[in-house]
């Protein structure tokens, strides 16, 4: 079975442009949540969707969006970016947004993102 | 929200002797604990997890404690292998949140010399 699958898996920006990552949850999982891991951090939770809504936020400025497609699917979007947001960006998925014995969340390989 | 301490931050031990990483956290409501190993071009892999209704729970090499009222939770690796080098995350799951928000460590280099 194919895990969690992200794209692209490196990409450079310029400040101020967009950028836009994608995600395929595990099978079955119904549930997206993304992550920026800072070099020399440990990940930081930005969203959680689950049935195409959000169920969750981090403390992110409103630049950081995201949303999640019928088949599960999500994209995170960032605009106006800046030189800060370099990092690696991680999908996780699960079955469910919360329950007794379905918490776990199993990561991507990430989308490394350089804004320069 | 919840706030998690990892020590240490990097650790080198010989191949064949056992490495120790620990985690604090903050808020005692807190029940599900995971553990991932990071490695570049494998991603980040859950390795083992815990809740709080035990104490200890093993797989292998690897061996995860939990003391709820000391807030912390260790990570035990016997054994170690080179292959075992990599970037070890522990995680909380926020009791407060009705969602799953993982609060994560720093991160602990484990560094196996053959």
């Known amino acids: 079975d194919a895990g969690v699958t992200q794209s692209p898996t490196h990409l450079i920006k310029t400040r101020g442009q967009h950028v836009t990552l994608r995600c395929s949850p595990i099978?079955?999982?119904?549930?997206v949540s993304w992550y920026q891991q800072v070099l020399g951090q440990g990940p930081q939770f930005i969203f959680q969707?689950?049935?195409?809504?959000?169920?969750g936020r981090g403390n992110f400025p409103d630049r950081f969006s995201a949303r999640q497609f019928p088949n599960y699917s999500s994209e995170l979007n960032v605009n106006a970016l800046l030189l800060g947001d370099s990092a690696l960006y991680l999908c996780?998925?699960?079955?469910?947004?919360?329950?007794?014995?379905?918490?776990?969340?199993?990561f991507g390989e990430g989308s490394w993102l350089t804004v320069v | 929200g919840e706030n998690v301490e990892q020590h240490p931050s990097t650790l080198s031990v010989q191949e064949g002797d056992s490495a120790v990483i620990k985690c604090t956290y903050s808020?005692?409501?807190?029940?599900?604990f995971p553990w991932y190993k990071q490695e570049l071009g494998k991603g980040s892999q859950l390795i083992i997890d815990?809740?709080?209704?035990?104490g200890e729970k093993k797989d292998q090499r690897i061996a995860v404690t939990l003391n709820k009222t000391a807030k912390h939770f260790s990570l035990h690796i016997t054994e170690t292998q080179p292959e075992d080098s990599a970037v070890y995350f522990c995680?909380?799951?926020?009791?407060?949140?009705?969602?799953?928000?993982?609060?994560f460590g720093s991160g602990t280099k484990l560094n196996v010399k053959p």
């Open positions: 815990i809740r709080s209704n035990v």
């Open positions: 995680a909380v799951l926020g009791a407060a949140d009705n969602f799953n928000k993982f609060y």
């Open positions: 099978s079955g999982h119904k549930s």
């Open positions: 808020d005692s409501a807190s029940n599900y």
């Open positions: 969707y689950y049935e195409k809504e959000e169920r």
């Open positions: 996780a998925s699960s079955l469910q947004v919360r329950g007794v014995g379905v918490n776990t969340i199993y």
